[in-house]
């Protein structure tokens, strides 16, 4: 019992700090930093671009997936 009492010290501890966290936690200040607030995602514009086997895909096929769009060039 004695050599559990360090670890029960430990875990009743762990316990109070995570029920005590969410009640003194405050809202962010984002003003004070110049922070936008976020604003949510707009539908992506029709896009259909030439793929690597020289067909044509557009973005609406591809509804539903992660889409990676990168425009590189070697200017």
């Known amino acids: 019992m004695i050599r ?10 762990l316990l ?3 029920v005590a ?3 003194a936690a405050q809202a962010p ?13 707009r539908p992506a514009p029709a ?3 030439p ?3 020289g067909k044509p895909r ?3 096929e591809l509804r539903g997936k992660v ?3 990168v425009f590189w060039a070697t200017w």
């Open 4 to 13: 559990r009492l360090p670890r029960l010290a430990a875990a009743a501890t």
């Open 16 to 18: 109070a700090a995570a």
């Open 21 to 23: 966290a969410p009640a």
């Open 29 to 41: 200040d984002f003003a004070s930093v110049g922070a936008q607030a976020y604003e949510a995602p």
């Open 47 to 49: 896009l259909a671009l």
């Open 51 to 53: 793929g690597l086997d």
């Open 58 to 60: 557009s973005l609406a």
């Open 67 to 69: 889409v990676l769009v």
